[in-house]
């Protein structure tokens, strides 16, 4: 499963810190720069919102590559950083670890807060000590809230968050703006649209459908199934954090998204189609936190990095559901 999308052949040499690396985009991401030649320093604490065993598997491959290592310790930890940072020294770091998840973030603000917000503010504490100056930053759709205009650009208005979780991404694009402002680092932060695939967080609606469906359990869907997201596949992400890595200079903002969206009832009639099953659907009503829809304008991406997402997602879809199968993910 690993995503060949073109690099410039002068980049290939440099060295890159992925942080949250055993996660699902992290380890992905990682087989990919390692199959295109890049070294790759992974960082991880395999926090426990889902298991350690599922991001061991997401990491057993990039283990056996001569121009990986990785380093089991918390982006909270200073001391920890430094020496990843000075012993390393990479050329761009690519910060994608963070607590992930709308819902839980309304149950534990504070832990959310402590990693994300803290936990950034360190890294670029660290970059800045140890004079690494560029960095990718995984930001979020859920920075746009309930905003009503369609599709969500990257100059409308972000005050309006509607979780601790997008709350604590909009406050770290902040921070990212202020250490750009201060110490002239070159960072772009990339609002991922809900994305899926291969490896996907068992929390996020496609993988919990998925085995929902395929051992024949009954799904819960929250709402009345009108919601709508834009689903972005993981190797469209993965080509649009690959031209961010390339015209990586100054501050930026970009969405990262299919500019597709679909409603929940309409993913669940694909994933029908795909697993060959008819859901047995249980309605509850909206969660707090959860936004009524997302929807990308990927314009300013297509314009300056020249990202070009193709994977529709009834493909993406049927691929995804496929790789659980012959991987038996199904648990
Ligand atoms: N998957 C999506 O749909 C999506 C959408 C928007 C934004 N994002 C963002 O993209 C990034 C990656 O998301 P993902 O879906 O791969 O999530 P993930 O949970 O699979 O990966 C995040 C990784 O970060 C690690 N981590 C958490 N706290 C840490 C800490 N204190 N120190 C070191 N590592 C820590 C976790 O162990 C995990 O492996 C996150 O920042 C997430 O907020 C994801």
């Known amino acids: 499963m690993i ?3 073109n690099t410039r052949q002068d980049m290939i040499n440099q060295k890159i810190l992925i942080t949250g690396a055993a996660g699902f985009i992290g380890s992905s991401l990682a087989d990919d720069l390692l199959a295109k030649g890049f070294s790759i320093m992974g960082i991880d604490n395999f926090d426990s919102f889902y298991t350690r065993d599922i991001k061991e598997t997401n990491i057993s491959n990039a283990l056996k590559h001569n121009l990986y290592s990785f380093q089991e310790g918390d982006i909270r930890d200073m001391e920890f950083l430094n020496s990843c ?5 990479p050329d761009i770091v690519i910060h994608l670890a963070a607590k992930a998840g709308v819902r839980p973030s309304i149950k534990n603000p504070a832990s959310y807060y402590d990693v994300n917000v ?71 932060c990339l609002r991922f649209f809900t994305v899926y695939g291969p490896r996907q967080r068992p929390d996020l609606a496609i993988n919990k459908f998925t085995r929902a469906l395929l051992n024949d359990e009954p799904i819960t869907l929250f709402g009345d199934g009108s919601t709508s997201r834009d689903y972005t596949h993981i190797s469209d992400i993965l080509q649009g954090i690959g031209q961010a890595m390339e015209n990586l200079k100054g501050f930026g903002i970009f969405n990262l998204g299919e500019s597709n969206a679909i409603s929940l009832k309409e993913l669940v009639a694909l994933l029908e189609n795909s697993t060959g099953k008819k859901a047995d659907i249980k309605y509850l009503p909206m969660q707090d936190g959860d936004v009524l829809r997302t929807f990308a304008d990927i314009s300013r991406a297509k314009s300056v990095l020249g990202y070009n997402p193709v994977v529709n997602i009834a493909d993406g879809i049927s691929n995804y559901v496929e790789w659980v199968r012959v991987n038996n993910r199904n648990f």
């Open 118 to 188: 803290n936990g950034t503010l360190n890294m670029l504490e660290a970059m800045r000590k140890n004079k690494i100056g560029r960095m990718l930053f995984a930001s979020s759709s859920s920075v746009y809230g309930n905003n009503k205009k369609i599709p969500f650009a990257e100059s409308d208005n972000v005050d309006f968050p509607v979780s601790p979780y997008a709350a604590s991404k909009k406050a770290c694009e902040l921070l990212c703006h202020t250490y750009h402002h201060l110490f002239d680092m070159d960072i772009f």
């Open 3 to 5: 995503y060949l999308i």
């Open 85 to 89: 940072f000075s012993g390393f020294r």
